[in-house]
Each structure stands twice: as C-alpha cells, then as structure tokens.
C-alpha cells in the first residue's frame, strides 16, 4: 500500500465520491487537513469563503441544486460554530453536507487549550452522523461512511478531526468499494391502493393535485395527470417548477408565499392529491376536504393532516400509474374557473410591473429578471419579501432551476446560493434576489464571487426595512418598531469589493441596466455584478388569507382587503363568481 498523509488520503476518498469543490477558512486546528486538499487540488477546488456560515449554507445549496452531496470545513472552536446556521438549514430541507471540523491536538485535548471545546455534543442535534476520529487512520474511513450516511438519511454528517492525526502518515489505496449514491429502492404502488384513489377521483366534483419536491423528477407526468383528469395544479413553495409555471392549470403556491388562485381554488376543492409532500399547512385547508396522501416515507403518511386514503409510493411511479387508468376527465367547469382565476392573477402582476409612478415596484424587478433570464438559468433566493416575489414571478418553465431557504429560512441564503449555483453550473447563467436585510449579512463574500471570477448577478431589493416581519407587525397591530435598516449605496459598496455595481430607482434605469447586464455576458464579463433597487416600501399581498368571498367573509372585510392590496373585483372577481360563470 502507498504511504500518503492522512489529510489527503480525506481529500482522495471527497475526489471518488465525486465532489468537485469544497468550501471553508483554515486556521492552525485544520491546516495539515487543508495541505491535504492541496496535495488533490488538480480534482479537488478549495473555495475560500470569508465566514465558514456562508461556505456551509453554499454547501447546502450544492445539495439542493445537483443531489450531490455539498462539503464544507471549519476550524475549531469559532469556526466550527459559525458552521452551524448552514448545517441547519441542510437538515430542515433534508439534503446531504458533510462538515469537516478541526479540533486541537491530541496531545493538547482535555487540557482547556486555547479554543478547544468538546465539539461533539454541539453537533448530535443537527447531524445524523457524528463521530471524532482517534487516530490517522481511521480518517477515510470514517469520512467515507460519513457521506454514505449523509446520502442515505438526506441529512448532515460531521467528523471532527484532531489536527496532528490528520498530519500524520498512513498507508492508504482508495476503496475498491465503488463511491456510489445511496439510493433508496422505488415503491411503486399497490393495485388496491390505485383503485381507491381512482373511485376517490371520480366521486370527486371539484379534485386538485398538490405537488411536493418528491415529484421533482417528474415534471412530464404531473403535467400528463392533470390534463388528463382536469385537475387544477398546487405546488409546495420549494417545488415551484415542479410543473411549468406558466401552465394555465398551475395555480402556485398557498399560504404567505403564494398567490390568490391557489388559496381559493384548495379552499373550494373537494378532494386534494397530496403528492411528494408533506407541507405542514395542510392542517389548515377546510375539515371537509377529502384527503389523499402519496408519499413514499411511511413515517410522513398522515403527519400533517388525518389522510381519509393513504398510498405508500413514489411520486413519478403513482403517476406513471395513474396516466394507465382506461378513463379521462374533459375540461371541467371547475377547472376553467380555476385557469380564468390564475389568468387575472397574472395579468394583475403584469400591471403591477408597469407601474412606477411613486417609486419602482419590486413587481418590476421580477419582471425584468424574467424577461432577461436565460431559458436555463439558476437562481439563489433569499429570505423575505423577496422571496414572495420571486416565487410569484421568476419563470420556472424551461430548464430553470432554483435553492431557497424553504423549512429553515434563514436571511442570508441568497449570495452562498449564487455561489454554489455558479460553481456547479459554471456555463448557466446565475442570478440572486435579496433584500437589503439578507444581502448586509453576507455582503463581504461578495469577495469570493470576485476572487473566483463567478459572474453571479446579485439583485438587492432595497426598501430599509425587515419588510416580512413588517406584515406581521401590521397583522398584531403592533408600533413598526425595530425593523427600520439604514441605507447604503449598494452599488457603490460592490464596487469597493471589486464587482460591477449598477442602480436602478425607476422603469427606465432598471430597463438600461439589464441592457448593461445583457452587454456584459456578450462581453464574457468574470466579474460578479449587483444591482441595486431601490423599491417602494409595499406590503405585498398576503395570500396565506384571501377574503374576498362576499357571502362568506362579508362586505366590510372584502372591502378592506381588496383596497389595502389594490385588487379590484372587475379585475380579480372571486371564484364562486368565476365558478358561476362556467356552470351556467
């Protein structure tokens, strides 16, 4: 066997397992790992972030981007602990990390050395794996079963590592085991389990299919499902493009970020195929609703709701199975109600966009974005406002893909995402969208996207306010208290840092600076770009509530709603209006 150190012989099981690019700061408790990463640096990029927080949050995004698993490092003590906020947010949303965490010598541990601290119990809350190695050679070893079980729970693993160990010579040839996803086998469903569901849908008068990332590989089915049984299509808010966004059957998302046609067609539905989620709001649709849940975790099967049916089974075999069923559904009233609701919908975002007569609307933003991304773009979302925007707005229709924040929501996500998406994806076209809260948390690794050369266009929405939490101080009718940010010129700040900085504070300089934006990729620009836009403070429209049943919410409640949100009735009518119509 080949005498190698034990750092690299790490870095030589990270190469086999395919990982490309790994994210972290070194310090005097990791160095001989990190010369172990340069002895592999042909195969291996170290990206040096300049807060271990945004290089576990970009490993995060890694996982959610490409289902590779994301890697990142940090030092004892501080840095270990600034790994935290990424690792949390990776478990919430349930992908593969691996975090490789120093510790201090072996010889020094136990001693209440400078900086070191029993790590270990730190991370057992957010890591389904974690172990401390106790000599040289058992670091590949406890790495490679460190990966296999962060690809086998879709979860985190950490491996804490004394720094003289990994220092240290040992005899290593890489595994003959091949490096292999863990991939869990496909259940298909029962053929009693499909009959129920086929009775449940034909007794069904007004059925809607609901969408999860579970169904992420199955855009093509889900698409054939609901036009073959006319059914109005929800997604979850992470599985946003799970069906084309501008499908005329895709009514959005419901709750806070979603849209009008959502809440309204789950509220009047009569039957929900629940399928690959298990989104924690669906406590909240109507008692009466008849409930079917497919889902191909056991444990996730009426978690969130009584489910009246249940069907274990993965998402893309459930309706590859369902699409062979002998009978079809023509367009329903129902469901030309549903499509009529989600045309006024958009038609309203559109009117929203063109309008900047007392400031640029964030509407507008998200329109430009849409008209100039590329038909395979990724995006980086952060937290707040924003991201009810981009959900609304972004096209996620072609080969688009996205990360967010979705169960953890941390502010910040944004920029650590670009970061990720323009390394695994370095020939797509990358774009994030911040507020000005998130993007002040994580602006100094603005410096990696230029050390890097990662032409990432970074929109910072700037309304000096904590908008999100704004709402929900309006809704306790609480004092707008401490949620007031300074300002700053953003552009002029990115341009300090070594990026390109643009402006815009109305339609015509938002127009001219995506043209200077479009110039630049022409150009083959290496430099990361931000724009800043400065936005009207609006409150944008809550749809996790939308009272504008008369009959039901009754008039003064309508009236308050539709004049706080400016949506007219001859413009958005309510369902039960649009439903009458069709029905006549």
Same mark, same amino acid.
């Given at each position: ?7 690299q ?11 490309d690019?790994?994210y ?9 790992t ?12 170290y990206?040096?972030v300049r807060?271990e ?5 970009a ?12 890697v ?7 840095g270990?602990v600034?790994l935290?906020n990424?690792l ?10 691996l ?6 010598a072996?010889a020094?541990?136990?001693t209440n050395f ?5 790590q270990?119990p730190?991370?057992?809350?957010v ?7 106790t %000599? ?5 070893y406890?790495v490679?079963e460190?990966i296999?079980?962060?690809?086998a729970t ?14 240290q ?13 863990a991939?869990?086998?496909? !259940?298909?469903p029962k053929?009693?389990?499909?009959h129920?569901? @086929?009775?449940?849908?034909k007794?069904?008068?007004?059925? !809607? ?9 199955a ?7 609901? @036009? +073959?049984?006319?059914?109005p ?10 069906m084309?966004?501008?499908h ?17 067609v789950?509220q009047?539905a ?9 989104f924690?709001f669906a ?5 009466? !609703?008849?409930?079917?849940q497919?889902?191909? %975790?056991l444990?996730?099967?009426g ?12 998402? +893309?075999?459930f ?16 469901l030309k109600?549903?499509q009529?609701?989600k ?5 309203w975002?559109?009117?929203l ?7 640029l609307r964030?509407?507008?933003v ?14 980086g ?12 707005q972004?096209p996620?229709?072609q080969?688009?893909?996205?990360s ?18 323009k390394?695994?994806?370095?020939d797509?076209?990358?774009w994030t969208?911040?507020?000005d ?11 990696t996207?230029?050390?890097y050369q ?6 910072v929405?700037?309304?000096q ?6 709402? @929900? ?5 609480q ?15 990115? @341009?300090g840092?070594?990026?390109i ?7 015509a300089e ?7 934006i ?5 150009a083959?620009n290496?430099l ?9 403070n ?13 009959a039901i919410?009754?008039d ?15 413009q958005q009518?309510?369902?039960s209006?649009l439903l009458a119509k069709?029905?006549?």
């Amino acid at each position: 066997m080949t005498k190698i150190k034990a750092g690299q012989a790490l870095a030589k099981v990270l190469v086999d397992w395919k990982i490309d690019h790994l994210y972290g700061i070194t310090a005097d408790s990791i160095n001989n790992t990190v010369d172990g990463l340069y002895q592999e640096r042909e195969n291996l990029k170290y990206i040096q972030v300049r807060h271990e927080e945004i290089g576990a949050l970009a490993a995060a995004a890694d996982a959610k981007l490409t289902g590779t698993i994301g890697v990142s490092f940090g030092s004892a003590g501080p840095g270990a602990v600034h790994l935290l906020n990424g690792l949390y947010d990776a478990k919430m949303d349930h992908v593969p990390v691996l975090a490789i965490v120093g510790q201090s010598a072996t010889a020094i541990m136990n001693t209440n050395f400078f900086q070191e601290m029993n790590q270990d119990p730190i991370f057992a809350d957010v890591a389904e794996f974690h172990k401390q190695v106790t %000599n040289a050679e058992q670091i590949p070893y406890v790495v490679d079963e460190a990966i296999r079980s962060a690809y086998a729970t879709h979860s985190v693993s950490v491996v804490i590592i004394p720094d003289d160990l990994s220092g240290q010579e040992i005899e290593f040839n890489n595994f003959k085991t091949a490096s292999i996803k863990a991939i869990k086998q496909a !259940i298909a469903p029962k053929a009693e389990d499909l009959h129920a569901v @086929e009775q449940a849908l034909k007794a069904a008068k007004q059925p !809607i299919l609901w969408v999860g990332k579970g169904a992420f590989n199955a855009r093509q089915e889900v698409v054939a499902v609901a @036009e +073959k049984f006319s059914l109005p299509v929800l997604s979850t808010a992470p599985a946003t493009g799970v069906m084309p966004t501008d499908h005329p059957s895709f009514m959005g998302s419901r709750g806070r970020l979603g849209t009008k046609p959502a809440f309204e067609v789950s509220q009047a539905a009569d039957l929900v195929l629940f399928v690959g989620t298990n989104f924690p709001f669906a406590r909240y649709l109507p008692a009466d !609703i008849k409930f079917v849940q497919v889902n191909n %975790n056991l444990a996730d099967l009426g978690k969130q709701r009584d489910a009246d049916l249940t069907v274990l089974s993965d998402a +893309k075999l459930f309706l590859q199975a369902l699409l062979k069923l002998d009978y079809s559904v023509a367009p329903t009233p129902f469901l030309k109600a549903a499509q009529a609701d989600k045309h006024n919908w958009d038609k309203w975002l559109q009117a929203l966009a063109q309008d900047d007569h007392a400031g640029l609307r964030a509407e507008s933003v998200m329109a430009a974005i849409k008209k100039n991304a590329a038909a395979d773009a990724v995006f980086g979302l952060d937290v707040g406002n924003n991201t009810e925007w981009a959900i609304r707005q972004l096209p996620l229709n072609q080969q688009q893909r996205f990360s967010m924040s979705a169960w953890y929501g941390t502010m910040g996500f944004g920029l650590p995402a670009g970061l990720a998406g323009k390394l695994s994806f370095p020939d797509k076209q990358n774009w994030t969208i911040s507020g000005d809260g998130g993007f002040a948390m994580v602006m100094p690794d603005l410096l990696t996207e230029v050390k890097y050369q990662l032409p990432v266009i970074n929109i910072v929405l700037e309304n000096q306010v904590f908008g999100f939490i704004q709402h @929900e101080k309006l809704l306790a009718h609480q004092a707008p208290y401490g949620i007031d940010l300074q300002g700053a010129d953003w552009a002029k700040a990115a @341009e300090g840092l070594g990026a390109i900085g643009l402006r815009a504070t109305n339609l015509a300089e938002l127009k001219t600076a995506m043209q200077k934006i479009n110039q630049l990729q022409a150009a083959d620009n290496r430099l990361p770009i931000v724009l800043a836009a400065k936005i009207k403070n609006v409150d944008p429209i809550d749809t996790s509530f939308v009272p504008v049943e008369r009959a039901i919410f009754g008039d003064q409640m309508v009236d308050q709603y539709r004049q706080q949100y400016a949506i007219a009735e001859d413009q958005q009518p309510a369902f039960s209006q649009l439903l009458a119509k069709f029905n006549a």
